[in-house]
C-alpha cells in the first residue's frame, strides 16, 4: 500500500457519517463527491442526523443486547404506552433482524458490544474537538454534562449498567434524587435516583453543526451532487459506479453512508446484512428550553429532553416498524406527556418529527470494504449513537479509503459477523 492514493470517493449519504468521511478525505487530499436526496443546507434535510437528541455520548457503552430486558420486551410491545413499540405490518419483514438479535441477546454478546463501543466511542469527544477548531460553534455546542434519571423499579438493570461501565473505565457521578434536582430545580421528583456524565456534550442544533461541517467541506474543494442514488456496483478493481435515474457517476471507491436506507445497496451487492431502524420521535417545545439546563434522559421511559435552539426538543422511544410505515400519532403524544411529566409547566408543542436509526442486530455499526467488492466501503448502523460517533466514523473510514494503518481492531465491525 506504499504510495498508494486515492484518485476519487463517491459518498452517498450526506448525514453526520457521510459529511464527516467527506472532510476528511479531502484533507488528504482526495477528490471527494457527496450524494444525497436533499441538500443538507436546506430546510428539506430531515435525516437522523437532523433530528436527534444532540447527545455527544461517549459514556453509553452498553446497548440493547441485553438478557436482562429481554423479558420485558413482550410486556413493553403489547403496551399501547410505553418505550418500546412495534408496527405489526412490518413484524414478517423484521423476522432476519429479530433471529440475529436473539442469538446476540446474552452476556457475551453483550459485554463485546460493550467493548467495541468503547474502543470508538472513547475517542468521539477528540474527534469532534478536531473539527470544532475548524468550524464556528458559536452557539451550537454546550458543556454541561448530560443527567440520567431512573426510578428504583428496575434497579438490577441500572446497577448492571454502573458497573459494565465502571469496568470499562467510563467516568460517571452517581446522583441522589436532591442532587438532581440541585442541579435541575424544575423538575419534578418523579424519579428516585440518577447519574452525571459530567464531561458529556450536547449540540444546541444538530443540524446547524453539520451545515458548518458540510460548508467546510465544500470550502475545502469537496463535491456535492443532489440524487436519489438507485444502484452501486463495483465493475472493475478500479471502478465503482453510481447511478441516478438518468446518470451515472464513476469513482475508484464509493463509501455507503446512507443510514437506515444502506440496506437497498448492501443487497444490490450480495451481502445479506440485517440492518433495519429503530424509529423515533422527536417535538419542539419552543422558547422553553431554559427550563433545563442540560440534556436529562428518563431511562424508565425511554425519552429525553434537550436544550436546544428550536426549543426544548423533547425525543425519543423506540418503534420498529420500517422507514415507510407512516408515524404515529401515539408515540408523539406518549413523547409530549413524558415531557410533562418531569416538566407540567410546558405548554404547546411544536414540529413533530419522526426519524431512523440505522441498527443492526448486535448494536455495533458496519464499518469497513464490502466482502465482494473491496472498493465499497460501509459506513453505517450507528444506532442510537450516530451523532456521536460521526467524527471518528470519518477518521476510521477516511484511513481504510485511503488505505492507512491503524491501531484499532476494526474486526468486530465488519460485516463478516453476518455472512
Ligand atoms: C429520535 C432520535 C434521537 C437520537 N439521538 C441521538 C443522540 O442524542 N446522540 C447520538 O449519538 N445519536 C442519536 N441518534 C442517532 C443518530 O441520529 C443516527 O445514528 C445518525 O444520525 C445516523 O447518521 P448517518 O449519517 O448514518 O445517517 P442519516 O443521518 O440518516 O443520513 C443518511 C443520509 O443518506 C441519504 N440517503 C439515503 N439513501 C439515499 C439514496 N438512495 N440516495 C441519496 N441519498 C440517500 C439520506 O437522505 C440521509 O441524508 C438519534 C436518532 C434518533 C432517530
Known amino acids: 500500500m506504499e504510495n498508494y492514493k486515492?484518485?476519487?470517493?463517491?459518498?452517498?449519504?450526506?448525514?453526520?457519517?457521510?459529511?464527516?468521511?467527506?472532510?476528511?478525505?479531502?484533507?488528504?487530499?482526495?477528490p471527494v463527491t457527496i450524494f444525497?436526496?436533499?441538500?443538507p443546507l436546506s430546510n428539506e434535510f430531515k435525516a437522523a442526523s437532523y433530528g436527534n437528541a444532540g447527545h455527544f455520548?461517549?459514556?453509553?457503552?452498553l446497548q440493547f443486547n441485553r438478557p436482562d430486558i429481554l423479558y420485558d420486551v413482550p410486556k413493553m410491545l403489547f403496551s399501547s404506552f410505553g418505550p418500546l413499540a412495534l408496527k405489526w405490518n412490518y413484524v414478517p419483514k423484521m423476522f432476519n433482524w429479530f433471529f440475529y438479535y436473539l442469538k446476540n441477546c446474552n452476556?457475551?454478546?453483550?459485554?463485546?458490544?460493550?467493548?467495541?463501543?468503547?474502543?470508538i466511542l472513547d475517542l468521539s469527544l477528540d474527534a469532534y474537538e478536531e473539527i470544532f477548531k475548524e468550524i464556528d460553534t458559536t452557539g451550537l455546542v454546550e458543556k454541561k454534562g448530560i443527567i440520567y434519571v431512573w426510578t428504583n423499579k428496575n434497579l438490577k438493570s441500572r446497577e448492571l449498567e454502573?458497573?459494565?461501565?465502571?469496568?470499562?473505565?467510563?467516568?460517571?457521578?452517581?446522583?441522589?434524587?436532591?442532587?438532581?434536582?440541585?442541579?435541575?430545580?424544575?423538575?419534578?421528583?418523579v424519579f428516585d435516583a440518577g447519574v452525571i456524565f459530567d464531561y458529556a456534550m450536547h449540540a444546541r442544533d444538530p443540524h446547524g453543526i453539520l451545515k458548518e461541517i458540510f460548508r467546510l467541506f465544500i470550502e475545502r474543494g469537496g463535491k456535492f451532487i443532489q440524487s436519489n442514488?438507485?444502484?452501486?456496483?463495483?465493475?472493475?478493481?478500479?471502478?465503482?459506479?453510481?447511478?441516478?435515474?438518468?446518470?451515472?457517476?464513476?469513482?475508484?471507491?464509493?463509501?455507503?453512508?446512507?443510514g437506515a436506507f444502506s440496506k437497498k445497496f448492501t443487497d444490490q451487492l450480495g451481502?445479506?446484512?440485517?440492518?433495519?431502524?429503530?424509529?423515533?420521535?422527536?417535538?419542539?417545545?419552543?422558547?422553553?428550553?431554559?427550563?433545563?439546563?442540560?440534556?436529562?434522559?428518563?431511562?424508565?421511559?425511554?425519552?429525553?429532553?434537550?436544550?436546544?435552539?428550536?426549543?426544548?426538543?423533547?425525543v425519543g422511544t423506540v418503534e420498529l416498524g420500517g422507514t415507510d410505515n407512516p408515524p404515529s400519532k401515539k408515540r408523539i403524544q406518549y413523547i409530549i406527556d413524558c415531557a410533562k411529566e418531569l416538566l407540567p409547566q410546558l405548554k404547546k408543542h411544536e414540529d413533530e418529527w419522526l426519524g431512523f436509526r440505522p441498527t443492526l442486530p448486535d448494536f455495533l455499526p458496519v464499518l469497513g470494504p464490502s466482502l465482494k467488492n473491496k472498493n465499497i466501503i460501509y459506513a453505517f448502523g450507528h444506532q442510537h449513537l450516530g451523532w456521536t460517533l460521526g467524527a471518528i466514523t470519518g477518521k476510521i473510514i477516511s484511513g481504510v479509503v485511503a488505505g492507512e494503518k491503524t491501531n484499532l481492531d476494526l474486526s468486530?465491525?465488519?460485516?463478516?459477523r453476518f455472512n
Open 271 to 314: 451481502e445479506n446484512i440485517p440492518l433495519d431502524t429503530e424509529r423515533g420521535y422527536h417535538v419542539h417545545f419552543k422558547n422553553q428550553d431554559n427550563l433545563i439546563s442540560r440534556p436529562v434522559i428518563f431511562l424508565d421511559r425511554g425519552f429525553g429532553m434537550t436544550p436546544m435552539k428550536q426549543g426544548l426538543r423533547a
Open 57 to 61: 455520548s461517549p459514556y453509553a457503552v
Open 36 to 39: 444525497d436526496r436533499h441538500d
Open 229 to 258: 442514488i438507485q444502484t452501486l456496483e463495483q465493475n472493475s478493481l478500479e471502478q465503482t459506479i453510481i447511478r441516478a435515474d438518468n446518470q451515472e457517476y464513476k469513482f475508484e471507491k464509493t463509501v455507503v453512508a446512507s
Open 162 to 189: 454502573i458497573k459494565i461501565r465502571n469496568d470499562l473505565g467510563v467516568k460517571q457521578k452517581l446522583l441522589s434524587q436532591k442532587e438532581i434536582i440541585e442541579l435541575e430545580p424544575n423538575l419534578q421528583p
Open 107 to 119: 452476556r457475551k454478546s453483550m459485554l463485546h458490544t460493550a467493548k467495541y463501543m468503547h474502543q
Open 6 to 30: 486515492c484518485k476519487s470517493v463517491g459518498i452517498i449519504g450526506s448525514g453526520i457519517q457521510g459529511v464527516c468521511t467527506g472532510l476528511h478525505l479531502i484533507k488528504k487530499g482526495i
Open 412 to 416: 468486530p465491525y465488519s460485516s463478516k
